[in-house]
């Protein structure tokens, strides 16, 4: 498991990023593989996530790319404009 974080943890020289992850710059966001590694590892088709501090997003993001249910807040209003 320490090895998968490792990877996941590692910025890979992209570009930029997809979808909307470019889209704001909020502070202390995941890298878009963080999360789509451990919600791929961890979870199924039809399960939720929960994201209590979904600050840009990211996690809910990739959630759906992967078909996992997901549900987010923020106490930042910033961050809870859905």
């Known amino acids: 498991m320490g090895a998968r974080l490792l990877q996941a943890l590692r910025v890979p020289p992209e570009p930029g990023y997809q979808l909307t992850h470019a889209f704001h710059p909020y ?3 995941f890298h878009p593989v963080l999360p789509r590694l451990l919600l791929s590892e961890g979870m199924r088709q039809g399960q939720t996530v929960l994201d209590p501090f979904m600050g840009g ?3 809910l993001v990739e959630a759906m790319l992967l078909g996992i249910h ?3 807040n923020d106490l930042n209003p910033v961050a ?3």
Do not use: A, E
Request: aromatic residues 0%; charged residues 10%; without cysteine.
């Open 80 to 82: 809870n404009v859905v």
């Open 57 to 59: 997003g990211t996690t």
């Open 70 to 72: 997901s549900v987010g």
């Open 27 to 29: 502070p202390g966001r």
